[in-house]
């Protein structure tokens, strides 16, 4: 008796499950296995579309602000102010209007913006369509026009600088940062200076300061930085003329809340970046709906193994029940016997799973695929583990609810009769 | 006296293959501390009507008093919970859980009542295990035991909640003498010493015509109320 005392009891409900669990498992084993893979595959897969995801995320943000605040394209009204007048018939030709894409008033813009709780950084930005000339080689291309430092907090530039140092941009007001490619198909060295001309005609001779790398090398092919008055001057225009403002906040996939707000407040045109890259955002639906599916589909089968398994026993059971029932069970109790048994089997499972999952997300990490992406991008996701572990347990306790009450609505009477 | 058992026109009716009137108009009546004994031919109603009277059977027309109390109707959480508490049951096979030890098969209904902790559950076990000379045996899973040595571990099960009623259908029927003998003298000092009543089904004349009474079924009527 005074061991029996130290021993931790459980409800006889549960002792009963726990007793029929441990008298098959073998089978219990190959079932938590079975279930083991669903929760893996779940956690593995899903972690992978983050993981992609967010790197996808990464890399946009790196060229895209969370807001764009722009002139909207105005579209040409009739002239004639007066439709209602029926006997007049108006001929209109709609067209984009050439007009000012000018914002009025920039620094009061971004100091409004600022004070919105969650922005975190908010620049002009104009961008200007260039060719850059040496000797007698010449490229096209874009450059942006900028407070090199408020674009260097948003997009971090510095990280991507393989030559000289974006500073220099800050001390050099005719300097030019490019991409590699540029320099490389120019034959340019930092240093050196460059012709630069605009649409306009308008040529300036600029001095490369710095050189950048990025992952897109159509964007090194193309791409620099100058600073935001050489920018005005290519475009002939004044030191307040600027098309755009660029808004970064605390958390990217909030950002649309705020364009309602900046709208409002500025009274020009803001968009976020999900309408601004609506294809990215395609893409990234699709990904989500095929490795969710895919999952749907392997949790299913785990499911269907453990009610398989919770069918058998009861099943085999059925004796069992019935004697139970006839010393006083209630039916609660006997679907709390087999879905104790499901949730035992489960749990096992789904903790093996998360175990697994976990292996196979260090392992793929570890893959190195190069190119823009360097290691795959899959990551130890805490909040897909976790989501891992409630699908497994609800998958469970629904795969083991079916037949649990099964069991409870066992009627001892026929089951006596037709021993 | 105290009437522990009393049924009122108890009709069952069967409706497959064809309708059929397995129990007619039963009434009867038991006293506390009686050992009775059913009798009847094959097919008479006896099991039938053993099932009603242990509430696992609810499809019946009639009415069943336990100590005083309208069972009929209630609901089927309730009648567990009086299955457990106040009817001990035994059947003609054993029905004990294979997974288990012998202990732990006559713990389980205890378990369940909840009424007295673990160790002292365990050590009523042990006391009906002695009453039934089986004390032995109380660590052996239940399927290593002789059929004869299994059928009495069901009777301990059926005792350890000390129900008000034991209800048998055919305990002996797959007994030796040998042991028909054991169960029929716990039969009776139960009933005697400890109050306990007893119904059982029985094939066995002399077995029947030792308890305190018999009953006599046949077409599903009672012809005899042995007294
Ligand atoms: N589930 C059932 N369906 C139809 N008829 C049944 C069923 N159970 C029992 N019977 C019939 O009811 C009668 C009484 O059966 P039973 O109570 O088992 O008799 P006994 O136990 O006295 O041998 C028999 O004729 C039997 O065939
Ligand atoms: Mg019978």
Redesign the pocket.
């Known amino acids: 008796m005074s061991k029996t005392a130290h021993k931790i009891h459980l409800n006889v409900d549960l002792e009963i499950a726990f007793t029929h669990v441990l008298a098959k498992k073998k089978q219990t084993i190959i079932v938590a296995f079975a279930v083991a893979i669903g929760i893996a595959a779940f956690i593995f897969l899903n972690s992978l579309v983050v993981g992609f995801n967010r790197d996808s995320d990464a890399a946009l943000f790196k060229s895209t602000p969370h807001i764009r605040i722009y002139v909207d394209d105005k579209i040409s009204q009739s002239l004639l102010q007066d439709p209602s007048s029926k006997t007049t018939s108006v001929i209109v030709n709609p067209k984009i209007i050439n007009e000012n894409k000018k914002l009025l008033n920039p620094a009061q813009i971004i100091e409004q913006i600022k004070s919105i709780e969650s922005v975190t950084t908010a620049t002009t930005w104009l961008n200007v369509n260039v060719f850059y000339n040496n000797g007698s080689s010449q490229l096209n291309g874009s450059s942006s026009g900028v407070d090199i430092t408020e674009a260097n907090a948003m997009f971090d530039i510095q990280s991507t600088i393989v030559e000289g140092n974006i500073q220099n941009l800050v001390s050099t007001p005719n300097g030019i940062i490019l991409g590699v490619g540029i320099a490389e198909n120019l034959n340019i060295k930092t240093d050196d200076n460059i012709s630069v001309v605009s649409p306009l005609g308008i040529v300036k001779i600029m001095k490369v300061v710095g050189l950048f790398k990025t992952s897109n090398s159509v964007v090194d092919k193309t791409k620099s930085y100058m600073n935001l008055s050489i920018a005005q001057q290519l475009m002939a225009q004044g030191p307040d003329y600027i098309t755009d403002i660029y808004v970064n906040t605390k958390d990217s996939d909030k950002a649309v809340q705020y364009v309602s707000t900046i709208k409002s407040i500025t009274g020009y045109n803001a968009e976020d970046w999900k309408e601004a890259n609506k294809s990215a955002e395609a893409n990234k639906k699709t990904r989500g709906v095929m490795m969710g599916s895919i999952s749907i589909i392997i949790l299913i089968v785990a499911a269907f193994t453990i009610y398989n398994i919770v069918n058998m026993t009861v099943k085999q059971k059925m004796q069992d029940i019935a004697i139970l029932k006839a010393q006083g069970f209630a039916g609660k109790s006997v679907v709390k016997i087999f879905i104790t048994e499901a949730m035992i089997i489960g749990s096992l499972g789904t903790f093996m799973g998360m175990v697994l999952g976990a292996i196979l997300i260090k392992a793929l990490s570890k893959v190195y695929i190069g190119g823009d992406k360097g290691y795959f991008p899959i990551h130890f996701e805490p909040q897909i583990m976790l989501m891992g572990l409630m699908v497994g347990l609800f998958v469970t306790l629904i795969a083991g609810y079916i037949p649990a009450r099964g069991a409870a609505k066992v009627d001892p009477v026929?089951i006596f009769?037709n021993l | 006296m105290n009437s522990i058992l009393k049924a009122e026109n108890i009709t069952k009716f069967?409706y497959?293959p064809v309708e059929?009137k397995?129990l007619n108009d039963v009434a009867f009546e038991v006293q506390q501390g009686e050992f009775v004994s059913i009798i009847?031919k094959?097919?008479?109603?006896?099991?039938?009507?053993l099932y009603i009277l242990s509430t696992m059977d609810t499809e019946y027309g009639g009415k069943i008093y336990i100590d005083g109390n309208l069972i009929t109707g209630l609901n089927q959480d309730k009648l567990a919970r009086l299955r457990n508490s106040s009817i001990g049951f035994v059947f003609q096979f054993h029905y004990l859980l294979p997974e288990f030890s012998c202990l732990k098969n006559i713990m389980i209904p205890a378990l369940k009542l909840g009424k007295y902790s673990r160790e002292e559950i365990e050590y009523q076990a042990y006391e009906k295990l002695k009453l039934l000379e089986l004390e032995e045996q109380a660590l052996k899973p239940a399927s290593k035991l002789s059929g004869g040595q299994q059928q009495r571990i069901a009777i301990a099960r059926a005792l350890i909640n000390d129900p008000k009623i034991i209800m048998c259908d055919e305990p002996t029927g797959n007994l030796d003498s040998k042991n028909t003998e054991i169960v029929f003298n716990i039969f009776k000092r139960i009933s005697a010493e400890l109050n306990q009543t007893i119904i059982t089904?029985t094939h066995d004349n002399d077995f029947a015509i030792a308890s305190d009474r018999v009953i006599e079924?046949q077409d599903g009527k009672i012809i005899n109320h042995g007294h």
């Open positions: 026929s009769r | 069967f497959t059929f397995a009847g094959s097919g008479s109603g006896k099991s039938t009507l089904v079924m």
